[in-house]
């Protein structure tokens, strides 16, 4: 069923959803909070962009223009009515497509930074998924892996641009090692615990093509009181 709320926490952006898909969460409200913008940013890509949550609040930090790819036709209809609704047309662009075969005609060096929240679990064959299930394809790496994604990024950023992407700790050195093969060297890494005295389970990085070695780990984020509430950390974003 499809219904529109106000994008969590942002009293002035509302986003259409449909219960029966795979709904943003916290990971997409933390991404465009985490990469690095200056004002000299002039394109941004948001690679499997679902109903568009982070070129929504990426529009709320930066004057540059987004583009948003999404294979999935549902969704990016629903992307796209996310976007008329706030009136960011002329802003952001939603596109849909297969961003593997797309990135191929796009000229190399366009894009100043690139976000993506890339499904964080390994498709293998013996999988027992339905391949065309919405929810699949946002979890598992049946359309996009990690090797794809930096490849893109390599070919598609300009010189010392970024990428930022939300994934899962227990794949912090894959993502790395991915990064490096591809010439994007990790920059800045952030934890995020669901509460004091557990394990992480969301982690932030970022790395810029062609760029120095050094990498800084930023303070950790946790996102939960005991009773449950966001804390001061989170709510700080929604403001």
Avoid: W
């Avoid at 943003?24 to 990469?35: A, G, H, R, T």
């Avoid at 982070?54 to 948003?68: E, F, M, Q, V, Y």
């Avoid at 669901?194 to 760029?211: C, F």
């Amino acid at each position: 069923m499809k219904v529109t709320n106000y994008l969590l926490g942002y009293k002035d952006l509302k986003i259409v959803q449909d219960n029966e898909m795979f709904n943003f969460s916290l990971d997409s409200v933390l991404l465009p909070n985490f990469v690095t913008l200056n004002k000299k940013i002039d394109r941004i890509l948001d690679i499997g962009c679902g109903n568009a949550p982070i070129p929504l609040i990426l529009s709320t930090k930066t004057n540059a223009k987004i583009t948003g790819v999404e294979i999935q036709k549902e969704v990016y209809d629903l992307a796209l009515e996310s976007v008329n609704i706030n009136k960011k047309e002329n802003q952001i662009t939603i596109i849909n497509k297969d961003i593997n075969d797309y990135y191929k005609k796009i000229e190399t060096d366009s894009f100043d930074v690139i976000t993506c929240n890339p499904p964080f679990f390994k498709y293998i064959e013996t999988s027992n998924i339905n391949k065309n299930d919405y929810k699949t394809i946002a979890r598992h790496e049946v359309k996009l892996n990690l090797n794809q994604l930096f490849s893109i990024a390599k070919k598609l950023l300009k010189n010392n641009g970024v990428i930022a992407i939300v994934h899962r700790p227990e794949r912090f050195v894959e993502v790395v090692e991915e990064m490096k093969k591809n010439n994007i060297e990790p920059k800045r890494v952030q934890f995020v615990y669901p509460k004091k005295n557990m394990e992480a389970n969301i982690m932030l990085i970022e790395g810029s093509k062609n760029g120095k070695p050094g990498l800084k780990i930023l303070a950790p984020i946790y996102s939960h009181k005991d009773n449950g509430e966001y804390t001061e950390d989170v709510k700080k974003y929604f403001e």
